[in-house]
């Protein structure tokens, strides 16, 4: 499959909008869409001290009036599965997810592969060199881009113990967290040098898994800056001309919630 770098998606969109739905449908036809988001279930990834996801049966069957209904209850914290951060997450007086604007939701992907040095190091820092040697093939990072760091690790998602380093929950599990994250001082390069507008990982967390002080995450939502965490298939996506849409749940004064994410390749 040949990829195409597409870098005027929304515009365009919008042209083929007020000339009809058969040029909407055309352009859409030009390209394809990827569901990056896992599915959320009993064995979803949360943080070791957080409760995990509950999907449980209110009503399903027949009812007395002889037709199909179904109804679930489900509850989880913010922070598991594919999931959003906001700015409140780190960020005391932070914004929180109903203060995110759609635009920020949306924009141009890069996606800098750094699978190789992950694997031979679970508690791999990407740091300012991964980019720099990024933008040796590709380019600079675009201002406004929403930076998506394909660690690899979303191969391990089935596999609790591979993706996260460990089976415990509590303490005792967020003490033998291994996993790669970015590094605070490339996340400040990104905000002060790139100027984007958003992070995303396929691990857990955007720290790695041995931080204690989550300066990444500090740093990022007191930027303002959202980030995007356990996103699934990055390997489909191309280096550049993917284009990104973030729908995470509309949670007023919430610090992140679950988050359905695709993206968007003109092939």
């Known amino acids: 499959m040949r990829y195409i770098i597409f870098f005027v998606f929304p515009a365009m ?3 083929a909008c007020n000339r009809g739905s058969q040029d909407v449908a055309s352009l859409l036809a030009g ?8 599915d959320f279930d009993e064995n ?3 943080w070791p001290t957080n409760e995990t996801f509950r999907h449980d049966t209110v009503s399903y069957g027949i009812n007395a009036s002889g037709y199909f209904y179904s109804s679930f209850r489900y509850s989880a914290e913010e922070h598991g599965g594919t999931h959003f951060d906001a700015p ?8 929180s997810i109903e203060q995110i604007t759609a635009e920020e939701l949306t924009g141009e992907g ?22 720099m040697n990024w933008e040796k093939k590709y380019g600079p990072i675009p201002e406004q881009a929403i930076v998506l760091l394909f660690t690899g690790f979303g191969a391990y998602w089935k596999d609790h113990l591979k993706y ?7 303490k005792e599990g967020v003490d033998e967290l291994h996993f790669p994250g970015l590094g605070p001082e490339a996340a400040e390069w990104l905000v002060n040098e790139r100027h984007i507008k958003a992070v995303g990982i396929d691990t857990p967390s955007i720290d790695f898994g ?22 699934a298939h990055l390997e489909h996506l ?9 729908a995470p749940m509309k949670i007023r004064g919430g610090s992140g919630s679950p988050l359905r994410l695709f993206a968007w390749v003109k092939q």
Not at 88 to 95: C, D, I, P, V, W
Not at 216 to 221: A, E, S, V
Request: aromatic share 14%; net charge neutral; glycine share 10%.
């Open 13 to 15: 969109l919008l042209t």
């Open 31 to 38: 390209g394809r869409w990827f569901d990056l988001t896992w």
């Open 44 to 46: 979803t990834v949360y």
């Open 88 to 95: 409140l997450h780190f960020a005391q007086g932070g914004r």
């Open 110 to 131: 890069v996606v800098i592969d750094v699978s190789d040095p992950a694997a031979r190091d679970r508690d791999y820092l990407i740091g300012i060199q991964d980019f």
């Open 164 to 170: 996260t380093g460990t089976q415990k929950s509590g």
């Open 210 to 231: 041995q931080s204690k002080d989550f300066l990444t995450h500090r740093f990022l939502c007191g930027s303002n800056i959202t980030a995007y965490e356990n996103i």
């Open 238 to 246: 191309p280096a550049k001309g993917a284009y990104i849409v973030a």
